[in-house]
Antibody, heavy 118, light 111 residues
Framework: QVQLQESGPGLVKPSGTLSLTCAVSGGSIISNNWWSWVRQPPGKGLEWIGEIYHTRSANYNPSLKSRVTILVDKSKNQFSLILTSVTAADTAIYYC???????????WGQGTTVTVSS | QSVLTQPPSASGTPGQRVTISCSGSSSNVGSGYVYWYQHLPGTAPKLLIYRNNLRPSGVPDRFSGSKSGTSASLAISGLRSEDEGDYYCAAWEDSLSAHYVFGTGTKVTVV
């Protein structure tokens, strides 16, 4: 059973860059799964950020596309999220997840809280 | 601002049946599958329903999904206290660049 674990700074300064990593264990990132990021701002609902396949093909939320990059590192069996020019509105719990086509996000990490503040 | 609209809240007593609606459009719900996720306090979201009405292994048959046109529903029968939490529908949005969208979310309360 695949397990996911997010890691990264819990505090990022405004206008800075948010970088998170999701380590994949119990399975290979080179599989038929898409590797995804989802976030939940305080008091708000879930927001899909984007996903990547091991071939580096990626899909992004159009509302974030200009600021988001998702990368995959096959050698470390992990994938990462980079979000630039952050503001307080990017404060959220960030979850990584894995999705099978037409099945949905079947496995989720526990989530990591990121606060954007000076 | 989600393109999938859900009622903000729903409630029921233990044992009752609760239904949550998800209203979309021809570019999302109407053109593909609907998924449902359960998000309990302090935990990661969990997939409840995929491909409109299929349950992943381990999800009780108290949870059922349906879709008709540009709307979908999640039903929880035999409501239990541990069902209290947030529920989200989701679908692929085909307008502009394809992307996944979550619904606005529904908070289920067991009274």
């Amino acid at each position: 059973q695949v397990q996911l674990q997010e890691s990264g700074p819990g505090l990022v300064k405004p206008s800075g860059t948010l970088s998170l990593t999701c380590a994949v264990s119990g399975g290979s990132i080179i599989s038929n799964n898409w590797w995804s990021w989802v976030r939940q701002p305080p008091g708000k609902g879930l927001e899909w950020i984007g996903e990547i396949y091991h071939t580096r093909s990626a899909n992004y939320n159009p509302s974030l596309k200009s600021r988001v990059t998702i990368l995959v590192d096959k050698s470390k069996n992990q994938f990462s999220l980079i979000l630039t020019s952050v503001t307080a509105a990017d404060t959220a719990i960030y979850y990584c997840g894995t999705a099978e086509t037409e099945v949905g996000l079947t496995v989720w990490g526990q989530g990591t809280t990121v606060t954007v503040s000076s | 601002q989600s393109v999938l609209t859900q009622p903000p809240s729903a409630s029921g007593t233990p044992g009752q049946r609760v239904t949550i609606s998800c209203s979309g459009s021809s570019s999302n719900v109407g053109s593909g599958y609907v998924y449902w996720y359960q998000h309990l306090p302090g935990t990661a979201p969990k997939l409840l329903i995929y491909r409109n009405n299929l349950r992943p292994s381990g999800v009780p048959d108290r949870f059922s999904g349906s879709k008709s046109g540009t709307s979908a529903s999640l039903a929880i029968s035999g409501l239990r206290s541990e069902d209290e939490g947030d529920y989200y529908c989701a679908a692929w949005e085909d307008s502009l660049s394809a992307h996944y969208v979550f619904g606005t979310g529904t908070k289920v309360t067991v009274v």
